[in-house]
C-alpha cells in the first residue's frame, strides 16, 4: 500500500518456459511453445514429404526414429506439430499433443553429469510431468541443424513419483 492508501501491484521476476508436451507412446517430450506454428490433423497435413501450410513449407521430421521409438500411426492423437525456429521448418508426427504447460525454470532441470558426449545437444533439459520424465527437445537437433543424426538411447522412460 502507498502512503495515500492505494495499492501498488508488485511485479515479481519469474522466469518461465512455457512447452508444448507431445507424447510418443509412454515417453513424455516437450518443445519450446514459443517455435511452435501449428498443430494439424494427419488429413489436415496431407500426404507426401513436405506439408504446406499458411504460405510456409514444412519439410517431414521423424523425430520417432531419432528418439529411438515408433509412432503410431493408427492412433486417433496423432497429430502433426508445425515447428520453426526461423531458418528451418518441420513437421513432427506425434502419437498425442498433451498440451502447452508453463514451467518455472528452476523446475527444468539440466541432464545428469554422466551423459557428456553429443546427447548434451540433444536435450536442452528434462521436467517432471505427470509423476513421470519428459526431455525438453534442443529445437536445433529436433530439426536437423546440428549435423548430429544420433538417436537417443532405446531404453525407455520410466515414471518417477515426485513425492519419492
Given at each position: 500500500?502507498?502512503?495515500?492508501?492505494?495499492?501498488?501491484?508488485?511485479?515479481?521476476?519469474?522466469?518461465?518456459?512455457?512447452?508444448?508436451?507431445?507424447?510418443?507412446?509412454?515417453?513424455?517430450?516437450?518443445?519450446?511453445?514459443?517455435?511452435?506454428?501449428?498443430?494439424?490433423?494427419?488429413?489436415?497435413?496431407?500426404?507426401?514429404?513436405?506439408?504446406?501450410?499458411?504460405?510456409?513449407?514444412?519439410?517431414?521430421?521423424?523425430?520417432?526414429?531419432r528418439l529411438s521409438t515408433k509412432l503410431d500411426v493408427a492412433s486417433l492423437?496423432?497429430?502433426?506439430?508445425?515447428?520453426?525456429?526461423?531458418?528451418?521448418?518441420?513437421?513432427?508426427?506425434?502419437?498425442?499433443?498433451?498440451?502447452?504447460?508453463?514451467?518455472?525454470?528452476?523446475?527444468?532441470?539440466?541432464?545428469?553429469?554422466?551423459?557428456?558426449?553429443?546427447?548434451?545437444?540433444?536435450?536442452?533439459?528434462?521436467?517432471?510431468?505427470?509423476?513421470?520424465?519428459?526431455?525438453?527437445?534442443?529445437?536445433?537437433?529436433?530439426?536437423?541443424?546440428?549435423?548430429?543424426?544420433?538417436?537417443?538411447?532405446?531404453?525407455?522412460?520410466?515414471?518417477?513419483?515426485?513425492?519419492?
Amino acid at each position: 500500500m502507498s502512503l495515500r492508501g492505494h495499492y501498488k501491484a508488485a511485479t515479481t521476476n519469474v522466469q518461465v518456459a512455457s512447452l508444448l508436451v507431445v507424447r510418443y507412446g509412454i515417453r513424455y517430450c516437450a518443445l519450446p511453445s514459443d517455435e511452435v506454428r501449428g498443430v494439424l490433423t494427419k488429413e489436415q497435413a496431407g500426404h507426401g514429404e513436405t506439408v504446406n501450410w499458411v504460405g510456409m513449407t514444412y519439410r517431414r521430421v521423424d523425430l520417432a526414429a531419432r528418439l529411438s521409438t515408433k509412432l503410431d500411426v493408427a492412433s486417433l492423437d496423432l497429430r502433426i506439430v508445425l515447428f520453426s525456429n526461423g531458418h528451418s521448418h518441420g513437421a513432427i508426427h506425434v502419437d498425442e499433443v498433451v498440451g502447452l504447460i508453463d514451467v518455472d525454470r528452476q523446475h527444468c532441470m539440466p541432464l545428469p553429469p554422466h551423459f557428456r558426449c553429443e546427447e548434451r545437444s540433444w536435450v536442452t533439459g528434462m521436467i517432471f510431468y505427470r509423476n513421470d520424465l519428459a526431455i525438453v527437445l534442443n529445437p536445433e537437433w529436433v530439426l536437423g541443424e546440428l549435423g548430429t543424426e544420433g538417436t537417443l538411447p532405446s531404453r525407455p522412460v520410466t515414471g518417477r513419483s515426485l513425492a519419492a
